[in-house]
């Protein structure tokens, strides 16, 4: 046997009923992929009937389109959800190979964000190219907290959009591609996930990668300049291995908040931080999966915020190396907690116009 095959399973007798199907609450998935990116797969085809029994299964109430991007593909997206009226909300994106042919891409970002939102864009989503890949016309990386991109940051709170980003995370990616990286199935996988080398301290310009705190840093120093615009940070926040340093900035910036999307294995893995930061942060962190839209892919997201059961997987789809070797326990999250988590808090930033508010 090579131990490539060494799939063990686990011979745990636990007591199980199933995973729910449908959450405590109506859910809002305040993070999702439905249109031409990546990570949408067959959604980026499908019409509004199809997503609209796909919610209707799982109970979902809303959900947020991440994919818009800018212009026409953005108001081909808003169209092909408008029967859905305001259960789906479409997020901008930005123009990242633009800024290293204009020096004023901060501006004109900010102008075309006033174009999307004329257009029906709800809130702007902001990728990882952001302090990783994207440069400026001289070549350098654009910081993630360059003040050029300051129009941007505040066109996006005057004009009352909520923008979800995400840096850097996971932190296994800034680590080498050994056999002590705990990530390191996905990264032969998505060899261009990895943003190794570093660059040497004390030389912005040379070769190689900001380090993952360099650019956490530089995500912090952002949201603290712009306390007038809401952000949501996607997978907990950047930093679901460090909870005490998401929970830092909880406290310190109340326009900062935070998405589950696809992080329940790095949470699952460590339930006890896990549940005492969403109980002590309730009404700052948002359901959201960054999974296609199915049954089963809900189903282990209700099932680890819901109940006690024990080492199960996070992924039961996908094999157990897709995020890292181990298994998750459910949070056992009290009612009042989850009907934040679930719907009020993506209500109150996202879906203000939702009707059927409890
Ligand atoms: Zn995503």
């Known amino acids: 046997m090579r131990l490539v095959d060494y799939r063990p399973r686990s011979q745990l007798r636990v007591r199980w009923d199933g995973a729910p199907t449908r959450p405590a609450f109506v859910a809002i998935d305040a993070h999702n992929h439905l249109g031409p990116s990546p990570f949408a797969g067959e959604w980026a085809n499908r019409n509004a009937a199809a997503l609209r029994l796909a919610m209707e299964l799982s109970d979902i109430a809303a959900i947020v389109d991440l994919d818009g991007g800018q212009g026409v593909a953005l108001e081909r997206e808003i169209e092909r959800w408008r029967p859905l009226g305001a259960r789906v909300a479409v997020f901008a994106g930005l123009d990242y190979d633009m800024w290293a042919e204009r020096p004023d891409f901060g501006d004109e970002e900010a102008r075309r964000l006033a174009v999307s939102a004329a257009a029906g864009a709800r809130g702007l989503k902001v990728w990882k190219t952001l302090g990783l890949r994207a440069r400026d016309a001289q070549g350098r990386l654009v910081a993630i ?103 830092r900035m909880l406290a310190a910036y109340p326009n900062w908040n935070v998405d589950l999307a696809a992080r329940i294995g790095e949470l699952g893995r460590q339930p006890y931080a896990a549940r005492d930061f969403i109980c002590r942060w309730p009404d700052r962190v948002l359901f959201g999966t960054d999974a296609p839209p199915d049954p089963a892919a809900w189903s282990v997201n209700f099932r680890f915020l819901e109940t006690r059961d024990e080492h199960f997987p996070y992924d039961p789809e996908a094999g157990p190396g897709s995020q890292g070797r181990w298994a998750i326990y459910g949070l056992g999250l009290p009612v009042d907690v989850l009907r934040l988590v679930y719907s009020d808090n993506a209500r109150r930033l996202i879906f203000c116009d939702l009707p059927g508010a409890e």
């Open 145 to 247: 907290d360059d003040q050029r991109l300051d129009p941007l940051w505040a066109a996006a709170g005057e004009l009352g959009l909520p923008v979800t980003i995400h840096v850097a995370d996971p932190i296994a990616f800034f680590e080498p591609c050994d056999g002590s990286n705990e990530r390191w199935e996905e990264l032969r996988e998505h060899p261009d996930w990895h943003f190794w080398p570093l660059r040497p301290p004390g030389h912005p310009e040379a070769d190689g990668f900001p380090s993952f705190d360099e650019l956490i840093d530089g995500l912090e120093a952002m949201v603290e300049r712009h306390p007038e615009t809401t952000f949501i940070g996607a997978h907990v926040g950047c930093a679901p291995e460090d909870l005490a340093r998401v929970a």
